[in-house]
């Protein structure tokens, strides 16, 4: 008897050792995070320099931050190569002239180019063809309202001015003003840090759909601030307080679908530009990044944007947020493999898988719509009345509309592989129900219904066949780079030196 109690209490002794071990080991980690997480507050808490509310120079930002504006800065790294992107310049009408024909008429088919990092924001907005080489403040081909995704100056001069005033006038007339390419004012409080909506557009977006943007969480404004601009939208100049101002405006009244924006802009009669060829009256997608990304997987485990494309890092012990906003694919160990625990091969092929499925049938869609337009315009020649061809052309639209929101997203395969072969498939049964009433009106007219496809295997044959005079606008825009650059660079130095004596004399 005595001899088990000796054992029991032996046994008590050890359990107690060990559970007190394990206690020990426990503290000590609350301990050691609790010390990180002041560290952390102390970091973040304790500006260097104070920051003006719309302060749109980042490396003033990088002063109190530079962890994060060190990590941001990385964004001008353009060598990262996927399958079938990279965040380096792609030309991407080179890569598919049939992109050339599809936006006839409209300045997508001057220059395209696959997104390079927020770094070259400006430079690349700059040098598009898209924005020609306007002579003055009062001339160019876009409306100012192109800038508001480009920089923190928009929200410095959208408090200025308010955003009629700012959507107002030419593109090239805010030139000298706004320099300073994406960065920390376009989705941070300089006092808090805190996640915050500097662009009224998806404020507006969410009112017209009844919520407040202002009730969401933490975690979901981790995916609006970037909604902000990875969006559908269009110039709205039909406002009852904006008449004839090109003021951004997203088609969410109905939803975020393509469905429902397209319904949106049928009933608004909106279109983008009239095609050269087919005389369609087209819609032009942006990059209906945040609602595609809705409707997949990711988003509805909630996950957000920035889980994927700005991961959490370490260094010297610091734990932070990279602001290296890229393909997760260039990291797959700090991203995909946070949750899940398939080899880098195994998640980076899974990606490809999906690419290359919805390529080959955007390639057909993309043919299909071609040929569309290449027999509309056959029917216009041999006479066709607008009443035989509308409802042709509203299966055009359709289908143009179908294929535009699939194609022009950024990763939009990955995000929602099941959704944008949905969208695809719609853009083909559109393209083939318009083709059958075209070939319907040819026959009518007494024309073969077999119109030959055009040769347009490369960019430079695609354009001629539409007749862009590309040497000239090349020129042009040459031009315009060497002389009316330097003199917003030049206007843009004076303007920020004042400002700064400005601000000393505030301070005083």
């Excluded at 003003?177 to 994406?182: A, D, F, G, R, S």
């Excluded at 709205?236 to 004839?244: G, V």
């Excluded at 073969?448 to 430079?460: H, R």
Aim: one cysteine or more.
């Amino acid at each position: 008897m005595a001899e088990n109690l000796k054992i029991r209490k032996g046994w008590i002794n050890w359990a107690l050792f060990f559970g007190t071990m394990v206690i020990v080991f426990l503290l000590g980690l609350l301990a050691s995070s609790i010390t990180e997480r002041k560290a952390e507050q102390e970091y973040v808490y304790k500006p260097k320099i104070s920051l003006d509310e719309y302060e749109p120079r980042n490396e003033l930002w990088g002063e109190n931050f530079p962890r994060e504006y060190q990590s941001y800065l990385k964004t001008s790294d353009t060598s990262f190569r996927s399958e079938s992107n990279g965040n380096g310049f792609t030309d991407a009408l080179a890569r598919d002239p049939r992109m050339v024909v599809l936006w006839a008429g409209y300045a997508f088919s001057k220059d395209n180019s696959t997104p390079r990092g927020h770094y070259y924001a400006i430079t690349d907005i700059r040098h598009t063809l898209r924005t020609g080489a306007p002579k003055g403040p009062a001339d160019g081909p876009q409306p100012n309202t192109c800038w508001t995704c480009k920089s923190p100056d928009v929200p410095r001069l959208m408090e200025k001015m308010g955003p009629k005033a700012f959507y107002s006038g030419k593109w090239a007339a805010k030139g000298p003003e706004i320099v300073n390419y994406i960065g920390c004012a376009d989705c941070h409080d300089p006092k808090t840090m805190d996640l915050r909506i500097t662009r009224p557009a998806l404020i507006e977006a969410f009112a017209s759909m009844g919520k407040d943007i202002s009730k969401a969480t933490h975690q979901e404004m981790r995916s609006l601030v970037c909604a902000q601009c990875h969006v559908e939208y269009y110039f709205n100049k039909k406002r009852e307080d904006a008449p004839d101002v090109a003021y951004l405006t997203f088609p969410w009244k109905y939803g975020q679908t393509a469905d429902s924006a397209l319904k949106y802009y049928n009933e608004a009669g909106f279109s983008d530009f009239t095609h050269q060829l087919s005389r369609t009256p087209i819609l032009k997608a942006q990059h209906p990044d945040y609602e595609l990304f809705t409707t997949g997987i990711h988003a509805q485990r909630g996950v957000a944007c920035a889980d994927c494309h700005m991961p959490y890092v370490k260094e010297g012990g610091q734990k932070f947020t990279s602001h290296k906003i890229t393909s997760p694919l260039s990291n797959i160990a700090g991203t995909c493999q946070v949750c899940h625990r398939e080899s880098e091969e195994t998640l980076r092929n899974n990606v490809y898988d999906r690419q290359r499925r919805i390529k080959e049938i955007r390639d057909q869609s993309e043919v299909a719509l071609v040929r569309a337009h290449v027999e509309a315009k056959a029917a216009w020649d041999a006479g066709a009345t607008e009443a035989e061809m509308k409802p042709a052309l509203e299966h055009i639209r359709n289908a143009q509309w179908y294929w535009d929101y699939a194609a022009a997203g950024h990763g939009s395969s990955f995000h929602s592989p099941v959704e944008v072969s949905r969208l695809i498939g719609l853009s083909i049964s559109e393209s083939g129900q318009a083709r059958v009433l075209v070939a319907r009106v040819l026959a009518s007219h007494g024309k073969n219904s077999e119109v030959a496809y055009p040769d347009i295997t490369t960019k430079a044959k695609a354009q001629k066949y539409i007749d862009l005079p590309m040497d000239k606008l090349h020129q042009e825009k040459n031009e315009w780079n060497k002389t009316i650059l330097p003199e917003w660079d030049k206007q843009a130095k004076v303007r920020e030196a004042a400002y700064l004596v400005q601000r000393e004399n505030d301070k005083n």
